[in-house]
T-cell receptor, first 110, second 114 residues
Framework: GNSVTQMEGPVTLSEEAFLTINCTYTATGYPSLFWYVQYPGEGLQLLLK?????DKGSNKGFEATYRKETTSFHLEKGSVQVSDSAVYFCALSSSRGGSFGTGTRLQVFP | SAVISQKPSRDICQRGTSLTIQCQVD?????MFWYRQQPGQSLTLIATANQGSEATYESGFVIDKFPISRPNLTFSTLTVSNMSPEDSSIYLC???????????FGSGTQLSVL
């Protein structure tokens, strides 16, 4: 079946530090991959997505590349800001269903 | 952490009928949400279920089609009314709770409309 594994949090960084949140997946077929963000007190928002191998999704300075050979979709940002503090969820979706990771809390301090 | 029980896990329904999906959380939560995920697509927020008042619907979703109830802080239902094949999708309940208001997910309801 489909499943997503992402790194445990919390991730604590200083402002302007480099961010990586690891995500790997197991799926049959060719899923689409997503990163969602949940800011405090709000619902999920789509951050970025990639629909096929080697695609790179990007938004708000965040990037993730769909790596079929390593079944990974790691989230990266070169310079985080305090406003990036949130919970980040990796997810996949295919014609056979979807799966979410458990979420990684990011805390950025000035 | 919160545990969310969502049922049914899947159903096959006839066009024109309605299905009610239930979402039960094992602890009181402040916010509950209903999402739809069509095959290969990202999640789309349908509405925020408000305790004791009408749900807040996102653009493109209306109460007549997706009536939502939330009678207390641990339970909510979503009804998909007058179904058509275009409503075939996964419907997902989620809840935000705990000290950090982390989001938790139900296991989803896979709906097929014939």
């Amino acid at each position: 079946g489909n499943s997503v594994t992402q790194m445990e949090g919390p991730v604590t960084l200083s402002e302007e530090a480099f961010l990586t949140i690891n995500c790997t997946y197991t799926a049959t077929g060719y899923p689409s991959l997503f990163w969602y963000v949940q800011y405090p007190g709000e619902g999920l928002q789509l951050l970025l997505k990639a629909t096929k191998a080697d695609d790179k999704g990007s938004n708000k300075g965040f990037e993730a590349t769909y790596r079929k050979e390593t079944t990974s979709f790691h989230l990266e940002k070169g310079s985080v800001q305090v406003s990036d503090s949130a919970v980040y969820f990796c997810a996949l979706s295919s014609s056979r269903g979807g799966s979410f990771g458990t979420g990684t809390r990011l805390q950025v301090f000035p | 952490s919160a545990v969310i029980s969502q049922k049914p896990s899947r159903d096959i329904c006839q066009r024109g009928t309605s299905l009610t999906i239930q979402c039960q959380v094992d602890s009181q939560v402040t916010m509950m949400f209903w999402y739809r995920q069509q095959p290969g697509q990202s999640l789309t927020l349908i509405a925020t279920a408000n305790q004791g008042s009408e749900a807040t619907y996102e653009s493109g979703f209306v109460i007549d089609k997706f009536p939502i109830s939330r009678p207390n802080l641990t339970f909510s239902t979503l009804t998909v009314s007058n179904m058509s094949p275009e409503d075939s999708s996964i419907y997902l309940c989620s809840a935000a709770g705990g000290r950090n208001e982390k989001l938790f997910f139900g296991s989803g309801t896979q709906l097929s409309v014939l």
